[in-house]
């Protein structure tokens, strides 16, 4: 089992820029692939960014991709996503999810990942 808290999101202009971060509990994080999600009012949850347990592999969704940045910190059981020069067309609840497994053959989608987080809100104001 792993718990993972969401923190960062906030209101921000057009252009402006925030960085949110997973913390998560447990020892085994650092064998966890990790992925960011975003689930606008009305929408879907989409795919936006996910990365290998070891970081070696990364993967994000069109829309975001040249703006936003995932990272993690093992020593730090933490994962973090950069987002630059935000849209509001970006504002969503922004969640992050873990995967167990050792393969990593689905990074963008939803039902590879089997721990979420509570999500954390981003809003960009026009």
């Known amino acids: 089992q792993v718990q993972l808290v969401e923190s960062g999101g906030g209101l921000v202009q057009a252009g402006g820029s925030l960085r949110l971060s997973c913390a998560a509990s447990?020892?085994?994080?650092?064998?966890?692939?990790m992925g960011w999600f975003r689930q606008a009012p009305g929408k879907e949850r989409e795919f936006v960014a996910s990365?290998?347990?070891?970081?070696?592999?990364?993967y994000y969704a069109d829309s975001v991709k040249g703006r936003f940045t995932i990272s993690r910190d093992n020593a730090k059981n933490t994962v973090y996503l950069q987002m630059n020069n935000l849209k509001p067309e970006d504002t969503a609840v922004y969640y992050c999810?873990?995967?167990?497994?050792?393969?990593?053959?689905?990074?963008?989608?939803?039902?590879?990942?089997?721990?979420w987080g509570q999500g954390t809100q981003v809003t960009v104001d026009s």
């Open positions: 447990g020892r085994a994080f650092s064998r966890y692939h």
């Open positions: 990365i290998s347990w070891s970081a070696a592999r990364t």
């Open positions: 999810a873990a995967d167990p497994d050792y393969g990593f053959v689905y990074p963008t989608q939803r039902s590879t990942y089997d721990y």
